[in-house]
């Protein structure tokens, strides 16, 4: 299977970062093709509602950005793994734009299952980012593979790690 992985992450060396590591390894140790776009550090503007990619721009956006690197490995994912921080209650910035990025084709062309992989320094506050996951999975008609959140200051742990590699075994 041909798995995207969005890293939200603008830390480099931060939890969300190492979790998508660790995740990318199991998954390549067990067989998939993982590509991870680092979004929190590219240029992405969100989706301007210009409506050119429903018109004459024929599912293509009119803005020429990082997301342009991101659409080929997003259009040939069999599934996408949202890895983000949550910084106050919601996706980063970076993320968030990657998502609106969406509306030009409605959804990625061949991803059928999705998952999310969520870090905080706080407990309780991923409900409104679930909401909009699953409300966006029902809208493209995608299954949820799964959904994975680690609080606190210590998550980066071998407790958190092992959670995540049998995640990525189990797909």
């Given at each position: 299977m041909k798995i995207m992985v969005l890293n939200g992450s603008p830390r480099v060396n931060g939890s969300t970062s190492a979790f998508t590591k660790v995740f990318k390894e199991a998954a390549e140790a067990s067989g998939h093709e993982v590509t991870v776009a680092p979004?929190?550090?590219?240029?992405?503007?969100g989706c301007l509602g210009c409506e050119f990619c429903h018109g004459q721009g024929q599912s293509k956006c009119i803005q020429h950005?990082?997301?342009?690197?991101?659409?080929?490995h997003l259009n040939e994912a069999d599934m996408?793994?949202?890895?983000s921080p949550v910084y106050y209650w919601g996706f980063t910035g970076q993320m968030q734009s990657?998502?609106?990025r969406f509306y030009n084709t409605g959804k990625p062309a061949n991803a059928t299952k999705y998952a999310m992989i969520l870090s905080s320094g706080s407990p309780g506050v991923y409900d409104g980012i679930v909401s909009q996951y699953k409300s966006i999975l029902r809208?493209?008609?995608?299954?949820?593979?799964?959904?994975?959140t680690f609080w606190g200051d210590?998550?980066?742990c071998e407790e958190n790690y092992e959670k995540i590699r049998a995640f990525a075994k189990s797909l």
């Amino acid at each position: 299977m041909k798995i995207m992985v969005l890293n939200g992450s603008p830390r480099v060396n931060g939890s969300t970062s190492a979790f998508t590591k660790v995740f990318k390894e199991a998954a390549e140790a067990s067989g998939h093709e993982v590509t991870v776009a680092p979004v929190g550090g590219m240029k992405i503007n969100g989706c301007l509602g210009c409506e050119f990619c429903h018109g004459q721009g024929q599912s293509k956006c009119i803005q020429h950005d990082d997301m342009d690197q991101i659409y080929a490995h997003l259009n040939e994912a069999d599934m996408v793994v949202i890895a983000s921080p949550v910084y106050y209650w919601g996706f980063t910035g970076q993320m968030q734009s990657v998502i609106t990025r969406f509306y030009n084709t409605g959804k990625p062309a061949n991803a059928t299952k999705y998952a999310m992989i969520l870090s905080s320094g706080s407990p309780g506050v991923y409900d409104g980012i679930v909401s909009q996951y699953k409300s966006i999975l029902r809208y493209i008609n995608a299954e949820d593979a799964g959904i994975l959140t680690f609080w606190g200051d210590d998550k980066q742990c071998e407790e958190n790690y092992e959670k995540i590699r049998a995640f990525a075994k189990s797909l």
